[in-house]
């Protein structure tokens, strides 16, 4: 049983968070340096961006993740650390400053940066700022999950508790999504807490696994990021007995975890650049669950389809295009389609062609905040679900000049 | 040597075409009904889209190509024929129309379609077209290229000739894109005519290997048409002796066959929906020549790169996260980007890391019509060129209520 409760990734025991300026961004309106930290070392596991251009922090996490043990995360945006001659420099010496002035090892902080790739990058606004972030630590996990954002309309946090063993564990999320975002067997920025006791072996597998059925089926624009990563940290806190094999326990935990990333990832898929509306895409009936997965993912991620739901238009065809070219094993003469939201459903397409629907009822459904693409493929029992979002006039704004 | 002459599909001998209005489109001000004619029977072969959801004009032509065969191309606009429950039925009735009035068989017609997907379509307009359609067959080759055009800002037409066994012979195309334009080992609509004397076997070689290096290096917007086609015929009145065998008769069709295509390629991005400039990737330095196609490819079709072109923003590092998720295999320590117009050139990644550069020569430079994007991979010798159009608010406009 999972219960959603307050405190993003301060709900679980023994974890602080804070956000500061420090001046990566020049602009002193928004927190570009946030810290997460757990008072005793913790089991600890991430999943990285499979581009080959990757940011400096994700090489120097990988590195320090090797023992399965974390204490620390600490992440700036407005500057993504990546294509910098310096950048594996820069991480670790802040890994070492965080290290210093929390005194743990510098090898147990876990370090990520997002913004904008290729710009250079001094040691200057964290000499500055990690003391103070330090100093702040608390409680409340808001001014950290501010700092992690870049174009983000507004931060993305959500917590849990559950039980393991008897005991109730809690686990909270924080994550930071909008631009470049169609991650691939990785995701973009996503941080989670738990003071579940679990091995670093099995919470690495709680997360590669969970990751395919929510962060990497969220897609924004079809740009895999250079720094995408998640990170989770378990501590132990909540004093149940270690899940070290999979079992009750092991499935509490992952169910928790999936609350989590699937919360954050429908955050994130409905606040893209510019979007107005989050587009859930719920494919029924494939052969496998790799195809399910595949059209799901064409479906959101279509240019046209994402631009039709801007406009509320009903534009089936699209939909049928994208299950097409998707790449799937797919019988299109048994594909249906159905729109649905909080106004209502509209059936739109049977057996790969058009029935009749009213134009009316399907402006109305899909003038909706929220929008399912009910795809039914009628050739096997998987399904899944993949997020995105629509294609606005504002994407093309954000995006026409985001250095300057 | 190839030289640019007038006349589009109707430059080589015994060709001609016509467009009407016969009632597809509601709308009176636009044609949207085609005609190309051969006077004799031509060798004639054709490419088609890779999408599991074909037009069903695509089934009926593959059946009528079957002999190597044709004589006539029948294309109407403003309904695609797809997914519909009487497509077939629609496609050969229109056939068989079209053969009676020309006094050739049925199965000598190419019959294609592009518009809105899965749309109820009747005979209705077509028996109403095609007499007139016929009547009006001449020289100018104009009306029939306007005809086929959809969101097309403006027809692209383009003729050539060159030399073949002595001879002079043409060669002309046409060709319609503006969005779902993502080929893939097929294209969108491009019709070419030719007087030259080749085998329909040599004729479907050369066309299936060019395309690989011209159409199919278009991407739009990333999704690949139901309706993709391109069709040639080549009916000998030229007086050459047939080509039946490589050399450099072969070789002189292949090169005005590229002349054409390259040149109806640029047309097609440069004319992207929404588009206000043509975007050039030119990759070189790649171990293979399928790695310099896939970093051309998905360099132009990075949603956040041709953002930042309609910016005129110098973003290389997105550059380099498209060619980093391409999926091809390259030492991002070695890659190097330059962006160049016909107003300069500004270098701005040398070894996968940047380096400085004036904002405002790159500024200026991206304000041009037509951007190169260099991609040098420093890794082989391989090179691929490929085209596509910024992202602008225009194409949100465009596709947010296409139907209506």
């Known amino acids: 049983m999972i219960e959603y409760i307050e405190g993003g990734v301060c709900a679980p025991k023994g974890y602080k968070a804070s956000g500061v300026h420090c001046g990566v961004r020049k602009s002193r309106t928004k927190r570009d340096l946030a810290l997460i930290c757990s008072e005793k070392s913790a089991s600890a596991a991430a999943v990285y961006t499979t581009n080959l251009v990757k940011g400096a922090p994700l090489t120097v996490t990988k590195k ?4 399965g043990k974390a204490q620390a995360i600490i992440c700036n945006s407005g500057n993504a650390n990546t294509c910098n001659a310096n950048g594996e420099y820069i991480a670790e010496t802040t890994s070492e400053l965080l290290g210093a002035e929390l005194g743990i090892p510098a090898a147990d902080v876990i370090v990520a940066s ?3 790739i290729g ?8 000499e500055r700022g990690i003391h ?15 700092a992690i954002m870049t174009t983000d309309t507004h931060a993305k946090e959500i917590a849990v508790k559950f039980m393991a063993g008897g005991v109730e564990c809690r686990m909270g999320g924080m994550a930071k999504g909008s ?9 973009m920025l996503g941080f989670i807490t738990s003071d579940c006791a679990i091995s670093p072996e099995l919470l690495a597998k709680a997360l590669s696994e969970d990751v395919k059925s929510s962060f990497n089926m969220v897609t924004v624009d079809g740009d ?5 990563m998640v990170a989770v940290m378990a501590n132990g806190l909540a004093g149940n007995a270690e899940i070290c094999s999979e079992g009750n326990d092991y499935d509490a935990f992952c169910e928790a975890l999936h609350a989590i990333t699937v919360y954050l990832s429908r955050q994130i898929a409905g606040d893209g650049e510019g979007a107005t509306k989050l587009l859930d895409c719920v494919v029924t009936g494939a052969k496998t669950l790799e195809d399910a997965r595949t059209v799901a993912r064409a479906v959101v991620g279509s240019a046209l389809l994402k631009a039709a739901m801007f406009g509320a238009d009903a534009n089936w065809g699209r939909v049928l295009c994208a299950v097409g070219y998707s790449g799937a094993d797919v019988d299109i003469s048994k594909v249906g389609v159905s729109f649905k939201s ?3 459903e509209v059936h739109v397409c049977e057996f790969g062609a058009g029935v009749e629907f009213s134009e009316e009822q399907a402006k109305n459904v899909l003038s909706a905040k929220e929008i399912y ?15 995105g979002c629509d294609l606005t006039y504002e994407y093309v704004k954000i995006n026409g000049d985001y250095r300057t």
Chains 1, 2 share one sequence.
């Open 64 to 67: 320090h993740l090797a023992d």
């Open 114 to 116: 997002t913004g904008v």
């Open 119 to 126: 710009q250079a990058m001094t040691m200057e606004p964290f």
């Open 132 to 146: 103070e972030l330090v100093r702040l630590l608390g409680a409340d996990s808001a001014p950290a999950a501010e």
């Open 179 to 187: 631009g470049m975002i169609h991650p691939n067997m990785a995701t």
């Open 224 to 228: 895999t990021s250079t720094n995408d």
């Open 342 to 344: 909080e106004f209502g």
């Open 373 to 387: 693409i009910l795809v039914t493929l009628g050739d096997g029992a998987q399904s899944a679900e993949a997020w």
